[in-house]
């Protein structure tokens, strides 16, 4: 019941969230035209995201078929990491690549497969834990502020902090 309960808040919220983001501009058409990065450009709230990928060298496999699913920050939580961590990162781009592919999982994974599961693998090779808080859905310790915004090679997550994987 309890699990009902939060995927019906959810879902709420999310509807609530995606009418008001201006990545729904393409109104959540499940056969959008636009690939995920193009998708995140136009919205105009990953300016740094984007950079990091032309950096990173990940512009055109995110371009690519897919499907995939993106938690992509935006440049707000890209601003609350430390002092110098985005331009370390931008600097060392094998780091910054297993930074950006810690965002992606493979597949379209929408809210509501995310609800239901308990973490994700990424590109990165690790996993993100997935959670639901009351109506937050968090990945990792970043919350979730818009969902299942549609691309035509996957889906987009909004979220608000950079997901950071373990160090090996």
Known sequence: MKALTSSILFGLLAIAVLIQSPLYANGGDKHAKKDIV???VEAGSFTTL????TAAGLIDALKGEGPFTVFAPTDEAFAKLPKGTLDNLLNDKEALKNVLLHHVVSGRVTSADVVALKSAKTLSG???KISVKGDMVMIDKSSVTAVDIAASNGVIH?????????TK
């Open 126 to 128: 690790q996993s993100v």
């Open 38 to 40: 193009t998708v995140a």
């Open 158 to 166: 909004v979220i608000d902090q950079v997901l950071i994987p373990k």
């Open 50 to 53: 984007a950079k990091a990928l």
